[in-house]
């Protein structure tokens, strides 16, 4: 239950902090995020994963995430 609060949690966060990027803009690394927010790589992973869901986030495997240009 906590690491499910851990995700939403980190998910809100990230979800506040896109103001700060331009869609394209490259968001800090996976491991960058697990440093800032101390929290598990899997957080990180899965709270991504929910702003992917919710089309806030573009994922590039080996490239990173980026935020997602707006919807036409």
């Known amino acids: 239950m906590q690491e ?4 939403l949690e980190l ?3 990230l979800r506040q902090d896109l103001d700060r ?4 803009g490259k968001l800090p690394s996976s ?4 440093e800032r927010f ?3 790589p899997v957080t990180v992973s899965r709270a991504l994963a929910q702003l992917v869901a ?8 080996g490239a990173g995430a980026f935020k997602a240009r707006p919807r036409a």
């Not at 990027?21 to 394209?24: C, D, E, I, R």
């Not at 491991?31 to 697990?34: G, P, Y």
């Open 4 to 7: 499910r609060s851990s995700v």
């Open 11 to 13: 998910a809100e966060r």
């Open 21 to 24: 990027y331009s869609p394209g």
């Open 31 to 34: 491991r960058a995020l697990v």
């Open 38 to 40: 101390r929290v598990s």
């Open 54 to 61: 919710e089309g806030l986030v573009v994922t590039r495997p």
